[in-house]
């Protein structure tokens, strides 16, 4: 089993669709979360944290719930520049920034 | 954030050859990795660069075969060394100082 698994993709929406992204994690001892976006031939770049209470950042919504080893991201209202592979990223033990990466999920909007 | 610069961007090499990619960062950081991600896949950590000790590795990965050096908080080194056509990947150097790991542009490596 991996450590980090997302959804399998690609999703494709139309332009103002929501999509929601689940990730699950198999390390209980993981510290921190994030959401990671990559552009196609890009580097990674971070998207969000994902804090415990859920936390929102414009039209992107992060939630993560310890019990389950559960992480999702929500993108409301959907752009075309919004296409991207989105990784979902768990640092396994606190160890400033040693982050382990789910196989992302690549997300396709359409005009 | 830091910027993290390497080199080269991309390189053609032949089996049985070694490379060795760059990473300069324009401030120290605290932590320095090793990614490499191939193709149609996620990011795979190689290992950790450690300033001025033997960088530690993730299961799979040896130091015969990507050894590291980090001499200042500044620069690290990746070498390929032996290349197989299996090496052919896009290996990134990251760096960290508060949690968030921020990337250079990665080198791409075909190998023929």
């Known amino acids: 089993r991996k450590e980090v698994e997302q959804d399998p993709g690609p999703f494709n929406v139309p332009e103002g669709a929501t999509v929601a992204f689940n990730c699950t994690y198999s390390?209980?001892?993981?510290?921190?979360f994030f959401w990671y976006r990559q552009d196609c031939r890009k580097e990674p770049k971070l998207l969000m944290s994902?804090?415990?209470s859920g936390n929102e950042d414009g039209r992107f919504t992060a939630q993560l719930n310890r019990a389950s080893q559960y992480i999702s991201l929500l993108i409301r209202d959907s752009k075309l520049s919004d296409s991207a592979t989105y990784l979902c990223?768990?640092?396994?033990?606190?160890?400033?920034?040693?982050?382990?990466f789910g196989q992302g999920t690549e997300l396709s909007v359409k005009p | 954030s830091a910027v993290i610069s390497q080199k080269p961007s991309r390189d053609i090499c032949q089996r049985g050859t070694s490379l060795t990619i760059q990473c300069q960062v324009d401030?120290?950081?605290?932590?320095m990795f090793w990614y490499r991600q191939q193709p149609g896949q996620s990011l795979t950590l190689i290992a950790t660069?450690?300033?001025?000790?033997?960088?530690?590795?993730e299961s799979g990965f040896v130091i015969d075969k990507f050894p590291i050096s980090r001499p200042n908080l500044t620069f690290s080194t990746l070498t390929v060394s032996n290349m197989s056509p299996e090496d052919s990947s896009i290996y990134l150097c990251?760096?960290?100082?508060?949690?968030?790991?921020?990337f250079g542009e990665g080198s791409r490596l075909t190998v023929l």
């Open positions: 990223v768990v640092n396994r033990n606190n160890q400033g920034g040693k982050l382990i």
């Open positions: 390390n209980s001892a993981s510290q921190s």
């Open positions: 994902v804090y415990s």
């Open positions: 401030s120290q950081v605290t932590m």
């Open positions: 660069a450690n300033q001025g000790s033997e960088a530690t590795y």
């Open positions: 990251s760096g960290s100082n508060t949690g968030e790991l921020f």
